[in-house]
């Protein structure tokens, strides 16, 4: 018999400042050694539920917190202060701020510190954590330094350290490419087979996880318990209701539900049946010469690039972090100015271009969108440049209201840019760079830590605007998203452009893995039918 | 090298008793030996680019130079005897210049010796010895390291915020009324950022057990040993050596009502 490690009895939470229980008559318990995973929409309190299983509440918590939680048989509220990290150890979403400590080994230290660890079985238990991750060459490395992918195996490697029995992630890849996620997950399936722990996972992207956890929490919007049972028997058959909850699925999944198949679902593209393949219709014909690179050089970070846009592609800009992508799209939309070459706008130099000319040509969506907002009211934000430009009132009220509607803030006016949403932020951004009709548009990662549903509707946003004969030149990470919407790809390898075409011959490298690139689902799946049909056409 | 392996807290407080020693000594020729030497030990036994360590001596000597010329430009004439001297073409009383020399002078020898534990001390192991030497509360200590993660964050998010305005078309703000209100703009998503910043890094810290009890043990165990004696005895004992010759010669004084 396992034995039991957390039981929760009836929790109902609230916070000072909400009306609603965030949480709401809560019942359930984990055994030792489970693999759970938690589903919900935003804001339906699975963070909240995680404070309250280590213990974090009812001690910081500014509201009411009901209901018993235990862990190994008793009350979380009973442990001393600082003791429950023994037992549920958290690695949290946002890898920038979870560390208080410069250096690697140190962060790892820190937790052990604070458990009064003698300095000797803690030099022991810091290279232990280390190497169970990965990481011991990077011990004495400072943890700005990292990526985001090495961030998170360092958090984990922190709470490793101090040996709790449960460990809870709270949507740990949610700011990781699809590669650096991909490790993660490897990562931990590793770690569950050599060293014994309970695993809670908070997730909103299902691809990869389903391997490791088979039962699933499903938290409601209103704070109450749906479901609690087998993950994948559950998915097979309601894929639709979690899909609706905001949760991406994974790829054969969705792809079943557009095609409205029939329940059961498939979930691994391993699964799926070999029908046709939609096939990403034929780029359209590039127009006029937009914009075009020459030799363009900047600090030791790009070399030698010459590219050129035309009219009405969709470009997307790829390659591993560090390569110089975020560098190449700012200079060619005119943000930085390169030390050595050109890039010409309409055929004449970015430099000859008055900087307010050169914006109502070309757009800049950032990747933390709050940074681009400077007013204090939506309207306000989408009608600035359009006022600052010298329009009559009468006209730009018009055009406020069109784009506020196409990016579907209609009925947010008044609300401040920095209390809406995260999708809504992002639809903001980019209306606030496409209210002047701009005709070519860059974004730095516009997918980057949204849900599902914000993703989709970003892009279809993004497709229509594409449609009307925008230029659109997108850096990401996500290959699906390539291999669905963009026309062109660049791959950018240390500071040099390695590749320049179709994405289709992309997928067609050899070497793809070389530029920490992988394929789209959709080849994967193409792929995985041709081999499970390779012996048929040897037998024929 | 023998400055970077002292005890942060150790080298501090001699820092401040020899600031503090200094500041009752009146004449020139006593900081002017004492920054020698200061300067001396730094490069002698610090390491570091030395390129730097001039960037920062500079503004320290614009001011003790401003120090050192209001000094006599400004100086009560009345009271000064009849002996001049020439400087800069113009004469001035011999005592206001040495009073205004031991003025700027002083300056600078603070500034030297701030220098040398700035340059030596790596920051961290600073705040560790004072956790640990001086018994400064946990909860306050691992606060500000905390915060000292977050000044390039900042930094590179003021950036950023910098670059996302200027494509929104508010650049070059030609007045101080505008540029006021460009630094409010920056300051609310700053702001913003940095308060959830700190409200995650702080639940993320009580997770791993930080409760700010002093009761905690030490992956870098700060100990005061034998040889981080030596400093002090070194500065303490250069600053006695250079009163004494001093007074041998009658060079010194003791700040003593004088101004």
């Known amino acids: 018999m396992s034995q039991e490690v957390i039981r929760v009895e009836d929790l109902t939470l609230h916070y000072e400042e909400r009306q609603k229980p965030v949480l709401s008559h809560l019942n359930f318990s984990i055994d030792e050694g489970e693999n759970v995973l938690i589903l919900g929409p935003s804001g339906s309190g699975k963070s909240s539920l995680t404070h309250c299983l280590n213990g974090l509440y009812p001690r910081e918590l500014d509201g009411s917190m009901k209901g018993e939680v235990y862990v190994k048989g008793r009350r979380t509220d009973s442990y001393p202060a600082g003791e429950m990290a023994q037992n549920v150890g958290v690695v949290f979403q946002d890898p920038e701020t979870q560390f208080c400590m410069i250096t690697v080994e140190d962060e790892v230290a820190f937790g052990l510190e604070n458990l009064n660890t003698p300095y000797e079985l803690m030099v022991e238990k810091v290279d232990t954590a280390l190497r169970s991750v990965g990481m011991e060459a990077y011990k004495t490395a400072n943890i700005s330094e990292l990526s985001g992918g090495q961030k998170q195996k360092v958090a984990l490697a922190c709470i490793l350290a101090m040996e709790p029995e449960v460990l809870i992630l709270d949507e740990p890849t949610a700011n990781l490419d699809p590669v650096a996620r991909k490790e993660f997950i490897q990562l931990l399936k590793r770690l569950k087979k050599e060293l014994a722990f309970t695993l809670v996972v908070i997730e909103h992207k299902l691809e990869g996880w389903l391997d490791l956890l088979e039962r699933v929490l499903i938290i409601h919007e209103d704070g109450e318990l749906a479901y609690d049972g087998p993950l994948h028997d559950h998915l097979k058959t309601y894929a639709l209701d979690i899909h609706e909850m905001g949760i991406q699925l994974p790829y054969a999944t969705r792809r079943a539900l557009e095609q409205e198949w029939t329940p059961p679902y498939p979930l691994h593209i391993g699964e799926m049946p070999a029908v046709a393949f939609p096939e990403n219709p034929p780029a359209k014909s590039a127009g006029k010469v937009l914009l075009k690179a020459e030799d363009v050089h900047w600090k030791s970070i790009l070399r030698n690039i010459h590219i050129t846009f035309h009219e009405g592609e969709w470009v997307a800009i790829v390659g591993e972090n560090g390569s110089g992508k975020s560098s190449l799209s700012r200079i060619l939309a005119g943000i930085q100015s390169p030390s050595k070459g050109t890039v010409s706008l309409h055929g004449r130099s970015l430099k000859k271009w008055k900087e307010n000319e050169m914006r109502k040509e070309v757009g800049y969506v950032f990747q933390n969108p709050e940074h681009q907002f400077i007013t204090d009211t939506v309207y306000e934000e989408v009608a600035f440049s359009l006022r600052h430009a010298g329009m009559k009132e009468a006209e730009w009220t018009k055009i406020v209201e069109e784009t506020l509607k196409f990016c579907r803030l209609d009925g947010l006016e008044e609300q401040h840019p920095f209390l809406l949403s995260q999708g809504q932020k992002r639809r903001l951004s980019v209306a606030t760079m496409i209210v002047e009709d701009q005709q070519m548009l860059f974004l730095d990662e516009p997918t980057f830590g949204q849900d599902e549903k914000s993703t989709s509707d970003l892009m279809s946003l993004l497709k229509e605007k594409h449609e009307n004969g925008t230029t659109i030149v997108m850096i990401t990470h996500d290959m699906e998203l390539v291999d669905k919407y963009a026309t062109r790809v660049l791959v950018m390898n240390e500071g040099e452009l390695s590749f320049d075409d179709q994405p289709k011959e992309l997928w067609a490298l050899p070497d793809l893995v070389d530029h920490h690139l992988e394929l789209p689902p959709r080849e994967q799946w193409k792929r995985a039918v041709w081999k499970r049909e390779e012996p048929a056409y040897v037998s024929s | ?259």
């Open chain 2, 1 to 259: 090298m023998f400055l970077h392996d002292l005890n942060p807290t150790v080298k501090a407080l001699t820092i401040i008793g020899a600031v503090f020693l200094l500041a009752f000594v009146f004449d020139p020729v006593t900081p002017l030996l004492y920054i020698v030497w200061t300067v001396l030990v730094t490069f002698l036994f610090g390491t570091f680019k030395k390129r730097y360590y001039l960037y920062y001596f500079i503004p320290f000597t614009l001011f003790a130079f401003g120090m050192f010329w209001t000094t006599i430009v400004f100086s009560d004439t009345a009271s000064a005897t009849s002996e001049t001297v020439s400087f800069l073409g113009m004469e001035f009383p011999t005592e206001d210049i040495w009073t205004a020399a031991a003025l700027g002078l002083r300056v600078l020898a603070f500034a030297s010796l701030s220098l040398l534990f700035l340059f030596t001390t790596n920051m961290v192991h600073f705040i560790l010895s004072l956790i640990q030497q001086l018994k400064l509360p946990p909860k306050i200590a691992y606060g500000v390291l905390a915060g000292y993660r977050f000044l390039p964050m900042l930094k590179t998010e003021f950036q950023q915020i910098r670059a996302a305005h200027r494509i929104r078309g508010v650049n070059r703000p030609d007045s101080w009324k505008e540029k006021l209100l460009q630094y409010q703009r920056f300051a609310i998503p700053l702001l913003a950022g940095a308060i959830r910043k700190a409200e995650r890094t702080a639940i993320a810290m009580e997770s791993k057990g930080f409760t700010g009890a002093k009761a905690r043990t030490f992956y870098r165990p700060m100990r005061v040993q034998w040889k981080d004696w030596l400093f002090p005895v070194m500065m303490f004992g250069m600053l006695g050596v250079t009163i004494a010759v001093l007074l041998y010669f009658g060079y010194f004084s003791w700040y003593d009502g004088q101004l």
